[in-house]
């Protein structure tokens, strides 16, 4: 079985991407791999709140108030994003209203919670068919200690959590699934997982799964 370790990148306060997998097992391991879950000091989340008809009117408005003489600097209006904090610890998450997102293993303010995708994500994590079974979250590299729940998986902030490489995989697809939802307007952007950086990490784990697999070839109808 091979374990991998997957943990975030501290490039940024409120950016964070993902390393790429280094191998660290031995014997056991060759289909899991390590996730760790991360808790950094004043977790901030950046949401990116820029709603085009908002900024129009305010725009607007401004223009309404500058004088029309042609010597007049010009104005420009700049969109911030909201930064939100979820505290650092799993009480002051909850009282600050946030919701652990098994998508990102991170507590994320109810506002820029994807509830659609990671209820997605959930049901396929507790399906019978999942590799070791429903719910691969584990306590120890070699599988014995199970995980019993997203409550428990939830307070383990800072503490390695090991799970399958399918898992894994799977958190890739599914990131896809939020990308589109944030494309297409249905649910604000936050600045976790973004970037190249992660596109890349999860695009080549999936193409490295796929050139593995000996049965892969053939022609596919689109």
């Known amino acids: 079985?091979?374990?991998?370790?997957?943990?975030?990148?501290?490039?940024?306060?409120?950016?964070?991407?993902w390393k790429s997998l280094d191998s660290i097992g031995q014997d056991n391991a060759e289909n899991q791999h390590i996730l760790k879950l991360?808790?950094?000091?004043?977790?901030?989340i950046i949401i990116?709140?820029?709603l085009s008809s908002t900024l129009v009117l305010v725009m607007a408005?401004?223009?309404?108030?500058?004088?029309?003489?042609?010597?007049?600097?010009?104005i420009t209006e700049t969109t911030k994003g909201l930064a939100l904090a979820c505290g650092n610890t799993t009480a002051?998450?909850?009282?600050?209203?946030?919701?652990?997102d098994i998508l990102s293993y991170s507590w994320t303010p109810a506002g820029c919670f994807d509830r659609d995708t990671a209820s997605e994500f959930r049901t396929w994590l507790e399906d019978d068919g999942r590799q070791f079974g429903a719910w691969p979250f584990f306590a120890d590299p070699?599988?014995?200690q199970r995980i019993a729940n997203i409550s428990s998986l939830a307070e383990r902030i800072s503490v390695k959590t090991y799970s399958t490489q399918e898992e894994h995989l799977g958190h890739c697809?599914?990131?896809?699934?939020?990308?589109?939802?944030?494309?297409?307007?249905?649910v604000p952007q936050t600045a976790r997982g973004?970037?190249?950086?992660?596109?890349?990490?999860c695009t080549n784990s999936l193409l490295e799964e796929v050139f593995e697999d000996d049965e892969v070839g053939g022609m596919q109808e689109e």
């Not at 991360?38 to 901030?44: L, N, P």
């Not at 002051?92 to 652990?100: D, H, I, K, N, V």
């Open 92 to 100: 002051q998450a909850r009282a600050a209203g946030c919701e652990f």
């Open 1 to 17: 079985m091979k374990y991998v370790l997957l943990s975030p990148d501290d490039t940024t306060e409120c950016s964070p991407s």
């Open 142 to 144: 070699n599988g014995r």
């Open 173 to 186: 697809i599914f990131w896809m699934r939020h990308l589109e939802r944030v494309n297409g307007g249905i």
């Open 48 to 50: 990116w709140c820029g």
């Open 194 to 201: 973004v970037g190249l950086r992660h596109a890349i990490h």
């Open 38 to 44: 991360r808790w950094s000091t004043g977790v901030i």
């Open 61 to 74: 408005m401004v223009a309404l108030m500058v004088p029309s003489a042609g010597h007049g600097k010009p």
